[in-house]
């Protein structure tokens, strides 16, 4: 606690000025900070429509199945009177 302490008792009170260069360099950071955080949020959104996408895929992959399997059924029940029985 007492490190602590010695680090807060050193920082300055009064405000300082800074440089030129210092407040165009503390922009730039602002800058890339800002790009940052909105890239993470796009990324985030871009994640969730892949995922939202994907169980739509999925979903519309059994409903094929099923009317594959049903168009299937209907077939196999309109050849069987077609074929010939044996007697």
């Known amino acids: 606690m007492r490190s602590w302490m010695s680090a807060f008792a050193t920082i300055p009170l009064s405000p300082r000025e800074l440089a030129p260069e210092q407040r165009e360099a503390l922009k730039a950071l602002s800058r890339l900070v800002l790009a940052q955080l909105e890239f993470r949020r796009n990324l985030i ?9 994907t169980k739509e895929e999925h979903e519309r ?18 050849q069987l009177p077609a074929s010939p029985r044996p007697r």
């Open 45 to 53: 959104l871009l994640k969730e429509a892949l995922t939202d996408r």
């Open 61 to 78: 992959q059994r409903e094929l199945v099923h009317v594959q399997e049903t168009l299937m059924r209907v077939m196999g029940l309109r």
